[in-house]
């Protein structure tokens, strides 16, 4: 017999002190982790080049973003995953989308502050499958699995 061990909610509980002013025109997210990458994406400028709801604007928006293909300057396109954001966010110049130009900054974020941006960017992708092992509230109705399975 085989133990199961249900790891259940591992409580996030970084005290915030809700910072960051809320203005309009933001989109509302759930979470507080979203929320917090929402308030540091506007605090830290992101959101001058980033639209959250599909607005055109100097960098790609970030509306249902999470599993889209993404053609790359020089040829190639990639999946848009976690690891794809995380590489865009610290990198900024290592994989130009094509069709713009190569102005974003690279900004100083710690690790917690990144995972906040990708539940916030996770948070404006309703839509998208789940691309990391975080705790999702559910498996999306919209969800495809590829079945590559060839039956003999
Ligand atoms: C000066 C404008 C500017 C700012 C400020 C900026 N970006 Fe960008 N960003 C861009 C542009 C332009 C691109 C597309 C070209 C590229 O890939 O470098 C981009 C691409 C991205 C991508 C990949 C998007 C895609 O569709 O593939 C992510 C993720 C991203 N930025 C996150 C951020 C975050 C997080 C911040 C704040 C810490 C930020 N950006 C600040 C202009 C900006």
């Known amino acids: 017999m085989a133990m199961v061990l249900l790891a259940v909610g591992v409580a996030v509980s970084l005290a915030s002190c809700g910072g960051g002013s809320d203005g309009g025109g933001k989109v509302a997210v759930e979470g507080a ?28 928006t970030w509306q249902g973003i999470i599993g889209t293909q993404v053609k790359l300057k020089g040829g190639g396109t990639v999946l848009v995953d ?11 110049t290592a ?10 900054p ?7 502050q990144i995972e906040d941006l990708l539940a916030y960017l996770h ?15 559910g498996i ?13």
């Open 106 to 112: 690279a900004v100083a974020l710690s690790e917690p």
């Open 123 to 137: 948070a404006l992708s309703p839509d998208a499958p789940a691309t990391t092992s975080a705790p999702t509230s």
């Open 33 to 60: 982790a979203a929320q917090r990458g929402q308030a540091l994406a506007w605090s830290s400028g992101c959101s001058g080049c980033h639209s959250e709801d599909g607005t055109y604007s100097s960098g790609p």
């Open 95 to 104: 994989q130009v989308v094509d069709g713009y130009w190569p102005v974003m």
């Open 140 to 152: 999306p109705s919209t969800a495809v699995i590829p079945s590559t399975t060839s039956v003999p």
């Open 82 to 92: 976690d690891d794809y954001l995380r590489r865009s966010i610290t990198e900024p």
